[in-house]
C-alpha cells in the first residue's frame, strides 16, 4: 500500500514535470553520484535485479533531484535528498518487489 502511494506521488510529479518542462542542468559529478546512489539503492532494495538503465537527471518541479530510468524494463523515477540518498521512488508494473528485510527500513 506504502509502494503505491509513492507510486502515485511520483505519477503526478512526473506529470507536472512533462506539462512544466524543467532547464536545470547538472555537472558530471553531481550526475555520477546520483546515478551510482540510485543503482546502488536498487540492487540494495529490490529482488531479482536483472538489468537498470538510467537516462538524464533533472530537477523536479519540486526542486529534488530526479533519476528517471528502467529496471528489468519496467519504467521508475528515483527521488534525491541533497545527501544523495533516496528520498523515494516511484514505479511502474512490472517492477520488482521490495526484499522482505527491506519492507520495514531502507537497506543500505
Do not use: W
Not at 529534488?64 to 545527501?83: I, R, W, Y
Request: glycine fraction near 8%; include cysteine.
Amino acid at each position: 500500500d506504502r509502494m503505491k502511494n509513492v507510486f502515485l506521488l511520483f505519477l503526478i510529479i512526473a506529470l507536472i514535470f512533462s506539462v512544466s518542462g524543467c532547464a536545470e542542468k547538472y555537472d558530471d559529478k553531481t550526475i555520477r553520484k546520483a546515478e551510482e546512489a540510485t543503482i546502488t539503492f536498487i540492487n540494495n532494495n529490490f529482488e531479482g535485479v536483472h538489468s537498470i538503465e538510467l537516462e538524464e537527471p533533472y530537477q523536479s518541479p519540486m526542486g529534488s533531484l530526479t533519476v528517471p530510468g528502467t529496471v528489468n524494463g519496467a519504467g521508475f523515477t528515483a527521488s534525491l535528498n541533497k545527501d544523495f540518498t533516496i528520498a523515494g521512488i516511484g514505479s511502474e508494473e512490472g517492477f520488482p518487489e521490495l526484499r522482505e528485510d527491506c519492507v520495514e527500513k531502507t537497506c543500505e
